[in-house]
């Protein structure tokens, strides 16, 4: 199925910095999606991005899609210590299935 | 409430053995998955079923089998084939199976020892 590279692997910030993890793909994505999984929970949605260049905010969070529909990011601005976890980027295998991206485990130190 | 729920949560079994995990959802959701996570390595793919009787490998079948005999079931049996089974497995269901928003249920860890 479609493969996603998601870098970086880790990231440790400070409570307030701003945190982004990218996923790259080398074909031409229909939509992606984002989750996040808590430490020691399961995967929780976040949210999808289908539109070319499009950009989707939810508070401190921001996603975007390029314009190549080949990337996508998931911008934190301030973190705070509630937003540590593991965030994953998904697409979809020829419609079927959901791939995951090897996800980007990010840790707040307050 | 609504939901995925899988079962048991934790569960250990010595080398050898075949276990099955339960997964059953009250979502009325037509396609379910089995996800299995390892410590970074993300979430793979282990199999898929988009509707009852049907269901179809993921990227790492081997040494698991699967059924579909009810919409709201869908158990996973790690076979003693299956080399490294210690692991975290979820298990997943969606509307359908056309690439949407997947809900996951709270996961199974299995450590065979």
């Known amino acids: 199925g479609q493969q996603v590279m998601q870098i970086p692997q880790y990231q440790h910030v400070q409570e307030g910095e701003d945190f982004t993890t990218y996923c790259n793909s080398s074909t031409t994505l229909s939509n992606i999606q984002w989750y996040k999984q808590r430490p020691g929970g399961h995967p929780v949605f976040l949210i999808q991005?289908?539109?070319?260049?499009e950009v989707k905010k939810q508070k401190r969070l921001t996603f975007q899609f390029g314009e190549a529909k080949k990337n996508s990011s998931l911008h934190i601005t301030a973190t705070q210590t509630t937003d540590v976890g593991t965030y994953f980027c998904a697409v979809s295998n020829s419609g079927y299935a959901l791939n995951f991206g090897k996800g980007t485990s990010l840790l707040v130190t307050p | 409430d609504g939901g995925i729920t899988q079962s048991p949560k934790y569960l250990f079994r010595k080398e050898g053995q075949n276990v099955t995990l339960s997964c059953e959802q009250n979502?009325?959701?037509?396609?379910m998955y089995w996800y299995r996570q390892d410590p970074g390595q993300g979430l793979r793919l282990i199999y898929y079923s988009q509707i009852v009787n049907d269901f179809q490998k993921g990227d790492i079948a081997e040494g698991y089998s699967v059924s579909r005999e009810k919409k709201e079931s869908f158990p996973l049996t790690v076979t003693s084939a299956q080399k490294n089974p210690t692991a975290f497995y979820l298990c997943?269901?969606?509307?359908?199976?056309?690439?949407?928003?997947?809900?996951f249920g709270e996961g199974s860890w299995l450590t065979v020892v």
């Open positions: 997943a269901s969606s509307i359908d199976g056309v690439g949407n928003t997947i809900y």
């Open positions: 991005l289908v539109k070319s260049g």
């Open positions: 979502l009325n959701h037509d396609a």
